[in-house]
């Protein structure tokens, strides 16, 4: 079978990611456009406050209208749990969809695809390289699921805390549809501290320590403030992740 | 003596023209899931066409596909692993399979009658006992046996001799 190189895929995929504005949290101007902070709040929990924006929590809803086909009963990828079996920390990200071009005003109805790499770096789909050797996963769909927006304008996932690649710092992969039409290719990042003590841990030791950071990752380095996760947690219960997504409608 | 153990492919191509339920659900959810996955890779250039895109966007392939293919998982469910539209020699649609392969073959987003896609379903080993006539004489169960036409879009995939899986625990034995 074909080999897919990954890397040029993924010199593509940032290709194509930059070529987009990214507008994640374009609305959060007024709010917090701080950097990752963090806070103990146990012996062992940890909380990392991103850059959502509390600010239009009162905006009114927005329908994005019907989906043209019905994609809900697909639980094949439609789906909240995307684990498929994969072992890591678990993860619950919730994102907030919201319009950064009417005071944040949720949008209900967006469809919203994500996907990140397994504790070890893989993507499903791929026959790739990685730490552990050549890994075909083609025709796999782990780790990869699409949400509709509720009429708060969130998506729920439940997943596990992603793994990284050479070349790379952990990341989760965002597209937000409206009325079929793409408006934000994004991804999400973790903080660098976070990254440090999920590594340390059993499930993801064995691949050690990434030396990319959000700082000199070449898809964050400029901008990764304004795609940090909030997050909060532990190594051992899990963690849970929130993000507003903002996009221009 | 039986003469090998084969894999079958069985190649179903559905367009604009396909009429049977399931292959319009096919369609229309892919051509739909095309529409919109498109998008990740054309970003609002002027590319229309799978063709345009592909070559434009290498990356687009596999990717492409194999994002459409999810729009289809639930639909290949329902099959329960029954190949749809291959019956054997009395008209049973019964011929398992175990894996399948989406292609995208041609498509359009201002034109969905350019759209044409195939699914390939691959079976688990049959014992080939015999070729009567344009027919296969197999067996999944032996010592029951069915019976399957030649025609377009089947073909078999894999095939070992039996002499050879017969010779295979001689061999093993002997190391």
Not at chain 1, 104 to 123: E, F, L
Not at chain 1, 175 to 194: G, H, I, M, R, Y
Request: with cysteine; net charge negative.
């Amino acid at each position: 079978m074909e080999q897919h190189s990954r890397a040029k895929f993924l010199k593509n995929l940032l290709i194509g990611a930059t070529s987009v504005p990214i507008l994640v949290e374009a609305c959060s101007k007024s709010g917090s456009s701080s950097s990752s902070s963090s806070t103990s709040t146990s012996s062992s929990d940890s909380t990392y406050t991103g850059t959502s924006s509390t600010s239009c929590s009162a905006s009114p809803s927005e329908t994005a209208g019907p989906y043209p086909y019905d994609l809900s009963s697909n639980s094949a990828i439609f789906r909240t749990d995307i684990t498929e079996g994969k072992t890591g920390i678990p993860l619950t990200l919730t994102l907030t969809i919201v319009n950064s071009n009417n005071s944040c005003a949720v949008i209900s109805g967006a469809r919203v695809d994500i996907w990140h790499c397994d504790k070890d770096g893989y993507y499903s789909e791929y026959s790739e390289p990685g730490y552990l050797g050549t890994q075909d996963n083609t025709g796999k769909t782990f780790l990869r699921g699409i949400q509709l927006s509720d009429t708060n304008g969130q998506v729920k996932f439940t997943t596990i805390y992603p793994g990284w690649y050479t070349g790379r710092v952990t990341h989760i992969h965002v597209e937000v549809f409206v009325n079929s039409v793409l408006k934000l290719t994004t991804q999400l990042a973790f903080p660098d501290s976070l990254n440090t003590t999920v590594y340390k841990t059993s499930l993801y030791s064995a691949h050690g320590q990434n030396s990319t950071t959000n700082s000199n990752d070449n898809v964050f380095s400029d901008s990764y403030t304004s795609e940090l996760l909030t997050i909060s947690g532990n190594t051992t219960d899990g963690y849970t992740a929130t993000f507003k997504v903002g996009v221009p409608l | 003596m039986p003469k090998a153990t084969i894999r079958l492919a069985y190649r179903q191509i559905i367009d604009l023209r396909s009429v049977t339920p399931f292959e319009q659900k096919i369609f229309h959810a892919t051509y739909a899931e095309f529409s919109i996955q498109q998008q990740s890779f054309s970003k609002g250039r002027e590319v229309y066409t799978w063709e345009d895109i592909r070559t434009t966007f290498p990356k687009s392939d596999p990717a492409l596909p194999f994002k459409v293919s999810f729009a289809i998982a639930g639909l290949i469910s329902s099959l329960q692993n029954k190949i749809p539209e291959l019956h054997d020699a009395l008209g049973n649609n019964n011929i398992p399979f175990i894996q399948h392969r989406f292609g995208l073959i041609a498509s359009d987003t201002r034109d969905p009658a350019q759209h044409a896609v195939s699914i390939t379903y691959i079976t688990d080993e049959f014992i080939l006992n015999e070729i009567i006539g344009n027919q296969l004489l197999l067996s999944e169960q032996p010592p029951q046996t069915f019976q399957l036409k030649m025609q377009p879009g089947l073909s078999i995939v894999s095939y070992l001799p039996w002499e050879q899986q017969s010779r295979q625990p001689l061999a093993m034995a002997s190391l």
